[in-house]
């Protein structure tokens, strides 16, 4: 897998929480963990491969219907036709800059502050009419709209996808972020965050 520049990689696994989490909130069903792919464990045999190609040490084995997802630092997946913007939280990563993480619009698509770049495949595959509306307001604007998709507007379809944040509240900016740092990342609403996220709801309901 391509991924982008100076990113880690790893996998992440999802697993039913035995009681309620400080940091997910009441009423959340599952906790994620990210760990490297490269263990103690590895062999000798595993250590040869991975330094023979510059590629694969950037390849995971996503499980079969499930999309591999890089992002500043961290390696996680997701159920295929999940929406990213949910994907991504779930992993304890979040589309949104700073305080936009606290001030967006959950997953509506009028604030714009998911704004990312993505390389692989989502569905839709051009912009919805939402992203149609916002990406083309203010500050967003042409030419460098045309390289973003809303996070809670796509699906996750293929198998990897590298995930791009700019800088600035609305991820406007020029500068691509790097890895983040400790304590970058938070889910403040904790489950309501996913309260307009239809399709997340559905899957839960098929499981149960």
Not at 80 to 90: D, E, F, P, T, V
Not at 147 to 166: H, S
Not at 172 to 191: K, N, R, W
């Amino acid at each position: 897998m391509r991924v982008v520049s100076g990113l880690a990689t790893g996998t992440a696994t999802y697993r039913p929480l035995a009681a309620r989490s400080a940091w997910w909130g009441p009423g959340s069903r599952y906790l994620c963990t990210v760990r490297s792919q490269r263990t103690a464990g590895d062999t000798d045999t595993n250590a040869a491969s991975s330094s023979s190609s510059s590629s694969a040490a950037g390849s995971t084995d996503a499980p079969a219907g499930s999309c591999s997802i890089s992002y500043r630092g961290h390696q996680f997946t997701a159920p295929q036709g999940s929406k990213l913007r949910s994907a991504m939280l779930l992993a304890g990563v979040s589309p949104h800059n700073g305080k936009a993480q606290l001030i967006n619009c959950r997953g509506l698509g009028t604030c714009g502050t998911c704004a990312v770049e993505i390389r692989g495949e989502v569905a839709p595959a051009s912009w919805t009419a939402a992203e149609q509306l916002r990406l083309n307001f203010p500050p967003h604007k042409p030419p460098n709209n045309q390289r973003l998709r809303l996070a809670c507007q796509v699906a996750c379809v293929g198998a990897e996808l590298a995930v791009t944040k700019r800088d600035r509240f609305w991820g406007q900016g020029d500068a691509v972020l790097g890895p983040a740092g400790p304590g970058e990342f938070s889910l403040p609403l904790g489950e309501l965050e996913f309260l307009l996220d239809s399709d997340r709801r559905q899957q839960q309901q098929h499981k149960q």
